[in-house]
């Protein structure tokens, strides 16, 4: 039995209904009130539900769903009762699943595990952000500055594939050198505070030759990714291999791995990856998490607890055989849904049946591994990709039910020189993983971080939910989603409104995703949702302890019992918001109910979306950072018996039906709205533009949690550096929340570290609300910036258009040209600005073309190459240096595109062909630079210094 201040024991009967008026409704299970902090409850104080969402056939959830009858103007309630072996069921979520005794501690002490809602640390629950980076497709030297950046866009652990082939591609001759270095890739990442997950293999695909399997694995005749002995003997010198370079960097050793991939979409019987997780724990990779893709199906069921399935969706695909947008069921990655797996990754191989879930999907938190960060082109299927793509695949996947969202890729790169000849790239010529063609060395992928290190819109985009997820995601994990009655029946179903609901049934977010690729969504108008929540006080008397209190979302209050039972009630029915609201067209966001801002002050709901929070110093004031959405006028509405003192710099206050409403309020960097908590806790709330939130980040800084708002990317290296990435010399402004303290007790170094910054910030520039403004200096050298444009030379004209034959895959599509058909492509020589390479600007060389393929080559050697979707190529400069230095010649070659080409090209990167029957033209080439201002504290004489 549990504690009572633990858990709420809710009779059978009680409902929870969340109706959509005009639209439609869900109901849900009712659960315990968690307040957000900088450490999240207990868990082992926390009894909550799963993750993944819940399926309405369950009998433990009572009837299946159906119409309750009418809950207001054309609008039906939907129920679900919560019985009592529901409530059972949700008492187990606390549970671990996944342990692995003696992996799963530290050094320090700090423990991972699993249960059935989230991955936990030290028994809290953890929801960490993962982002795909592959070490042997970068320059070593420029790791840690891209791992800084992921770690700024919100990255909580780095995952990397360990491709075989880039290791050991002659038998018995092991590369670990260089690019290759998987060890110093790792100790990189724990000096920088950052997690691995190590994609073992042996096969990871990862659009790598053979999958990963060297060339004369896959010429040996054993039966590959199987337990054939000849093929697992090989496997056991490759793990130990990879074992020796992990050696001392696991969790159990204080390093920074936490957890191993075996395989990668593996179809066959779960007792290989069985044998190859003891291979790896023979080795000595013993950690917290054993993983596997949970797609597809395996041929015999996994024992529960052995190896946690992790997910995955995707925008749009370069695999599928069509030539057409969109083909088969990608639009249900924009739909909420209860199913995990989704059918539409690598189809190619593994077809378009209907998926589900394993039996026991349920038993482990929902978690992900590939999220389409972007995408690649392959010659058949040149794809271009939306920012807003990745950002609603993400929230969407948030909504139904996920706790750990994680990107394949994240950060894009280019594939290394073969040491036999070959090129890496999977293509359809070569005897396995033999699907498609890719480039041969361009895997830029679109993610959010280029193959040169460039930031694209969506790092911005996704950073915004990593910060909720950062500061409030450990919520998610005690709120299982609902869906509504009433879902979209198909990808041209524009009527019927995207939505889900996450809820503990005392508090939650609203899920909305009014967008979908290649599809203009309209406008829903008199959209408002209402709450029918069970009465807090009807289920339970609330507890009087101050555990209790905090978990009943009433934490620190004297309130009466009359008082309590009153607030109780209150959160238990409502509009959201009071006044219906126009979703606008092409757009995703989430709202908050009920949402416990602290000290028992309970925000009603919010048409804003929730980001962060930042506390002073002396941690008497905290300020909550939320977003305006595009379309939809801000609306905060309060609990009026949980809040005092409340004003609003703007807009209009409202009072009635136990709310304090404040409509209108004006964005900005001042706070729009203060109140204190009953208890006399002071709360701010800033309401910031959208394009202010793509602004936003939280670093930690001088040993403090800081908010920054910069229009330029900013990294904080362990020695407290701050360097910002700006495309010019001149100075650059950054704000700062909250101003540096030094009398804030705690900090290690945060008295001298304060003491600096306020000296380097006399001089404050007024009317930046909250925030205190830094001016970090220009480059020293601003001459820099004035750089010429490259200068080119025709070296030949285009030849015919070749005929594009088919591929030699088992189900082959239009195959990509040969090294020979070059011949035939148009070429020039590049001048480049003299030097220009080795300006301490991270120089990138930008192409722009239209045509089939581009290469770039240098001295003849190809060195990238691009399938034309409409982009231009990129090509990083600086790591051309050394031969650059020495003469060596830039040259482009381009491939007539034809009109009547068998591939699918994006309508606006399609050509102006008119009477011509093909076409290759080279467009601008221009220089683009990095400025990166630094800004280095120094405690003694409170100087700064800049670097270009």
């Known amino acids: 039995m549990m504690k009572p201040h633990i858990f709420y024991n809710f009779p059978e009967g009680v409902f929870l209904t969340l109706v959509l008026l005009c639209g ?20 082992a104080s926390t009894t909550t ?10 009998p433990a959830y009572g009837d299946s769903l159906s119409n309750g009858g009418a809950a207001g103007n054309g609008a039906y309630a939907v129920t679900i009762p919560l019985t009592t072996e529901a409530m059972t069921q949700l008492a187990q979520q606390s549970a671990v699943v996944v342990a692995s005794p003696g992996a799963d501690t530290n050094p320090a002490g700090e423990v991972i595990s699993a249960t059935r809602s989230s991955l936990t640390m030290n028994a809290n629950p953890w929801t960490p952000v993962m982002g795909e980076f592959h070490y042997s497709r970068y320059p070593a030297a420029e790791w840690r500055d891209e791992i800084l950046k992921m770690k700024s866009g919100g990255i909580d ?13 002659i038998e018995g001759r092991f590369d670990w050198s260089g690019d290759r270095d998987l060890r110093r890739f790792v100790q990189t990442c724990g000096e920088l505070g950052m997690r691995v997950m190590v994609r073992l293999g042996p096969w990871c695909h990862g659009e790598v030759r053979h999958g990963g399997l060297p060339d004369w694995l896959v010429a040996s005749g054993c039966r590959l990714r199987s337990d054939d002995p000849r093929y697992m003997d090989k496997a056991r010198i490759l793990y130990s291999e990879i074992a020796a370079q992990i050696d001392g960097l696991l969790w159990k050793d204080g390093g920074p791995v936490i957890g191993v991939q075996l395989e990668n979409e593996y179809r066959g019987p779960a007792e290989h990856l069985l044998a190859l997780k003891k291979m790896a724990i023979d080795a000595g990779m013993v950690v917290p998490l054993y993983t596997r893709t949970g797609w597809p199906a395996l041929s015999t069921p996994m024992p529960q607890g052995e190896i946690v399935p992790l997910y995955g969706v995707y925008a749009e695909g370069f695999w599928d055989r069509e030539i057409t947008p969109m083909p088969g069921n990608y639009w249900t990655g924009f739909r909420f849904t209860t199913l995990r797996v989704d059918s539409n990754i690598a189809n190619e191989a593994l077809g378009r049946d209907n998926v589900a879930d394993d039996p026991d999907v349920a038993s482990y938190p929902y978690m992900t591994c590939e999220i389409g960060g972007g995408m690649m082109s392959s010659y058949h299927r040149r794809l271009l990709i939306d920012p807003r793509d990745i950002e609603s695949t993400t929230l969407v996947k948030l909504g139904s039910g996920s706790v750990q969202p994680g990107y394949y890729m994240y950060h894009g790169g280019v594939n290394p020189e073969s040491a036999t000849g070959v090129t890496l790239q999977e293509n359809q010529s070569t005897r396995f993983t033999n699907w498609n063609d890719l480039p041969e060395k361009n895997y830029d992928f679109q993610a959010p971080l280029g193959l040169g290190g460039q930031v694209r819109p969506h790092y911005h985009l996704l950073r915004r939910q990593h910060l909720f997820m950062h500061d409030f995601g450990y919520l998610l994990s005690g709120m299982p989603t609902v869906l509504p009655a009433n879902r979209p029946s198909g990808k041209d179903d524009k009527r019927t409104l995207r939505w889900a609901m996450r809820s503990n049934g005392r508090s939650g977010f609203i899920f909305v995703n009014n967008y979908q690729r290649h599809q203009s969504m309209p406008i829903h108008r008199g959209v408002q949702f209402a709450l029918n929540l069970p009465p807090l006080e009807s289920v339970s008397p609330l507890p009087s302890s101050a555990d209790a209190t905090r978990a009943a979302g009433l934490s620190g209050t004297t309130l009466d019992a009359a008082r309590r039972a009153a607030v109780a009630q209150a959160v238990s029915k409502r509009m959201v918001p009071v006044a219906p609201v126009d979703i ?3 757009i995703s966001f989430f709202w908050p109910f009920n949402f416990d801002l602290g000290n028992g002050a309970i925000l009603a709901y919010a048409t804003a979306q929730l980001l962060c929070f930042a506390d002073t110093p002396d941690e008497k004031e905290r300020v909550y950072f939320f977003s305006e959405i595009p379309g939809i ?7 009026d018996l949980t809040v005092r003192d409340v004003s609003n710099a703007s807009g209009r206050q409202r009072k009635g039906d136990g709310l304090v409403r404040i409509t209108s309020p004006k964005s900005g960097h001042s706070p729009a709205i203060t109140l204190r908590s009953y208890d006399g806790r002071a709360i701010s709330i800033v ?15 001088g040993d403090e949690d800081r908010v920054f708002l910069s229009k330029h990317p900013v990294t904080i290296d362990t020695d407290e550096t701050l360097r910002v990435h700006a495309p010019t010399p001149d100075p650059v402004g950054v704000l ?30 007024a009317g930046e609300g909250v925030f205190a403004k830094i001016t970090v200096p220009g480059a020293a050298n601003p001459a820099l910036a004035k750089v010429a444009a490259p200068r080119v030379e025709k070296m030949r004209d285009a030849g015919p258009p070749r005929e594009i034959p088919p591929g030699k895959s088992p189900r082959p599509v239009p195959a990509a040209p040969v090294a020979a058909d070059f011949a035939s492509a148009a070429a020039w020589k590049i001048a480049l600005p003299a030097g220009v390479w ?7 060389l930008r192409i722009h073309y239209t045509g089939d393929v581009a290469r770039v080559l240098l001295d003849g050697k190809p060195i990238l190459d691009d399938f034309y979707n409409g982009l231009p190529l990129d090509l990083p400069l600086s790591r051309l240096a050394e031969k650059l230095d020495a003469g060596a010649q830039l040259t482009v070659e381009i491939l007539p595109l034809r009109k009547d080409a068998p591939i699918l090209l994006p309508n606006s990167a399609f050509p102006r062909f008119g009477p011509r029957a093909s076409i290759v033209e080279l467009g601008k080439l221009e220089i683009l630079q990095t400025f990166t201002h630094t800004l280095v504290p120094s405690i003694n004489d409170g100087t700064s210094g800049d670097e270009e």
Do not use: M
């Open 157 to 169: 652990i780095v995952a990397t594939y360990v491709f075989w082939i880039h290791h050991e591609e």
């Open 838 to 844: 080795k300006n301490p600007t991270e120089p990138i």
């Open 687 to 701: 309401i910031l533009s959208y394009a202010d939130s793509l602004n936003l980040y939280k670093l930690t800084w």
């Open 633 to 639: 006028p801000p609306e905060l509405a309060f609990n």
């Open 49 to 58: 539900s799963s993750g993944a969402p819940r399926d309405f056939s369950n």
């Open 584 to 586: 606008p067209a092409d």
């Open 24 to 43: 439609v409704c869900v109901s849900g299970t009712a659960q315990t009130f968690q307040s957000p902090g900088k450490t999240p409850p207990p868990r």
């Open 736 to 765: 700062v929340y909250p101003r540096p303290d030094p009398n804030a007790p705690g900090a290690k170094n945060g008295t001298k570290f304060a003491r600096w910054l306020l000296a380097f910030l006399t001089g404050i520039q």
